[in-house]
């Protein structure tokens, strides 16, 4: 059984909840990273029952500095050495682009490419220097085409998976992996959050032909958890998207784009 220590980010709930618990089914320590103490508390003393410690360092992650306190907390203040990062949170918002307000859309390009960017910069580092470890980022099914209506989302977790896979390459030599998890649906408190179930694409319940199948949070995590260790550059979950991931490039852009239009317009 493997053992280390991974941080997850945005832990307190949904699929970073999962991963942290599959981490801790494994052997691996853990530190666990979100807003929510309250959620994170009831998340570590869940997982300790495995054996392993969790600690909880409650933090924000919407800022340069807070992002450098989380690295101080955990490197420098508690000696605790990252071998496993992965950069789980991220937030969406449904709406005309336009209309959306500016605030959420700069919020969730600082959450969802900024933060993983300069954490993985942060503990990478750490890693390339000790010849070893292991980064995920958890990007979407969403990253391999665009998204009218959830413009900035889409775009984010294209920029994910497009990150992860050059420092898939870039970083081989130097004793670290890095994988890009890129589920579909989950039913989490993500749709809620961003306001899409209204939409075929946030609502477990549509039916039709482009009605995308959901998955459970704790398979998208063991898939996940099964491709970093197996040293995959990306892990598409279910085989419907994997399907779709190789049909997409073979359509028309304007066709794909539709396509999307339909899935996300509320």
């Not at 103490?37 to 410690?53: H, S």
């Not at 085989?239 to 996300?264: A, E, F, G, I, Y």
Request: charged fraction near 25%; proline fraction near 5%; hydrophobic fraction near 40%.
């Amino acid at each position: 059984m493997p053992h280390g220590t991974a941080l997850v980010t945005g832990a307190s709930a949904g699929i970073g909840r999962a991963l942290a618990g599959e981490f801790a089914r494994n052997g691996y320590d853990l530190v666990l990273v979100a807003r929510r103490e309250g959620e994170l508390r009831e998340a570590a003393e869940e997982f300790e029952a495995n054996g392993v410690t969790a600690h909880v360092v409650p933090t924000d992650l919407g800022s340069r500095g807070d992002r450098e306190a989380l690295y101080e907390a955990v490197v420098e203040e508690r000696d605790i050495e990252v071998d496993t990062l992965v950069n789980n949170v991220g937030i969406g918002t449904q709406g005309k682009y336009t209309e959306v307000d500016l605030d959420r859309d700069l919020l969730q390009i600082e959450l969802n490419v900024t933060t993983p960017s300069h954490l993985t910069k942060l503990f990478g580092a750490d890693m390339v220097e000790r010849g070893d470890g292991r980064v995920l980022n958890v990007a979407s099914s969403a990253a391999f085409q665009p998204g009218p209506f959830m413009a900035v989302y889409y775009a984010s977790k294209a920029y994910l998976l497009s990150f992860s896979e050059a420092l898939h390459e870039e970083l081989a030599s130097d004793g670290v992996t890095v994988t890009a998890l890129c589920p579909g649906p989950v039913a989490t408190e993500f749709q809620e959050r961003a306001g899409n179930e209204g939409a075929p694409i946030g609502n477990p319940e549509a039916e039709g032909l482009l009605a995308p199948n959901w998955q459970a949070a704790d398979d998208v995590a063991r898939a996940g958890y099964e491709g970093l260790h197996d040293g995959e550059a990306v892990v598409v979950t279910g085989t419907d998207l994997k399907l779709l991931t190789r049909l997409v490039p073979l359509l028309p852009r304007s066709t794909v784009r539709k396509l999307s239009r339909s899935l996300n317009e509320g």
